[in-house]
């Protein structure tokens, strides 16, 4: 769904005079879908607002943060990205309340992919906090009243790939083979990601860089005997789900 698609966007608000659906937007047409759709229902969010560009003064002036930056970054876009994340917060404050009142179980995944690129830091030294970004899973009260529980156990740093056994692990629900090696890749292993020092140009020649929970880079050659087996196992399901001939998919180890 999405602005000129054949499906309807409902609710369609903007912030100032920003060119962009807000957040509060988002969160409005995806309880829609929550309201509308019946079980095992699965949304994929992407929204929009705080995207670029940080320059074009969307929001009025006397709501501003103050913010303060150095070396070639522009005070005036971090204070206007600043300002974007303000709202965000209201949003997901409202959306929160909102699918807590209702009577079927849901859980949020929210993250973000990386900071804006408005800081002029340097990407081989700073590309690990480039990269960081806050993230939360919340289950309503009626995922809580069927046995949800908040997670306790490597949850300081993780990468996308680990939200989907995080996810069943707070629901308490049964897993399938292949999300059973999911949470063992999640809590057995350090977080892995693509090198996020190297250029996004050479995405397909990365390396795999692994972040233990101090938010540390641990070198491969570190990892236990069991965790380099585990490793190249997730590598190997990779292949064949993607690249190979997809032995999982044959052999019911999906289901």
């Known amino acids: 769904m999405y602005l000129g698609s054949k499906y309807s ?8 005079r920003s060119q962009y659906l807000s957040d509060a937007t988002s969160y409005a047409n995806t309880l829609d879908q929550l309201k509308r759709g019946g079980n095992g229902l699965f949304v994929n969010l992407v929204t929009m607002q705080d995207h670029f560009p940080y320059d074009q ?4 002036g006397a709501d501003y943060y103050r913010a303060s930056a ?8 971090v ?4 300002m974007g994340v303000h709202y965000t917060d209201q949003a997901v404050a409202k959306f929160i309340k909102q699918i807590d009142r209702l009577n079927k179980p849901v859980t949020v995944v929210f993250y973000g992919d990386h900071l804006p690129g408005i800081y002029q830091n340097d990407m081989a030294k700073d590309g690990l906090k480039m990269h960081e970004t806050d993230y939360f899973i919340y289950s309503n009260r009626a995922a809580r009243k069927q046995g949800a529980k908040n997670l306790t156990k490597s949850t300081g740093y993780v990468v996308p790939n680990d939200f989907i056994a995080m996810a069943a692990a707070q629901t308490n629900s049964k897993v399938t083979p292949y999300l059973a090696l999911l949470t063992d890749v999640w809590q057995k292993l350090p977080a892995a ?3 996020t020092s190297q250029s996004t140009t050479n995405t397909y020649n990365s390396t795999a860089q692994f972040i233990n929970q101090q938010g540390k880079v641990v070198a491969k050659a ?4 069991k965790q380099r087996q585990l490793w190249y196992d997730y590598q190997l399901v ?4 993607t690249t190979g001939h997809q032995y999982l998919l044959k052999n019911g180890m999906m289901k």
């Open 9 to 16: 966007i409902k609710h369609q608000s903007k912030i100032g």
């Open 57 to 60: 003064h969307y929001y009025d």
């Open 70 to 77: 150095k070396n070639g970054t522009s005070t005036d876009q």
């Open 79 to 82: 204070e206007q990205f600043a």
């Open 193 to 195: 990601a693509m090198d």
């Open 222 to 225: 570190k990892l236990t005997k």
């Open 238 to 241: 990779q292949y064949d789900l």
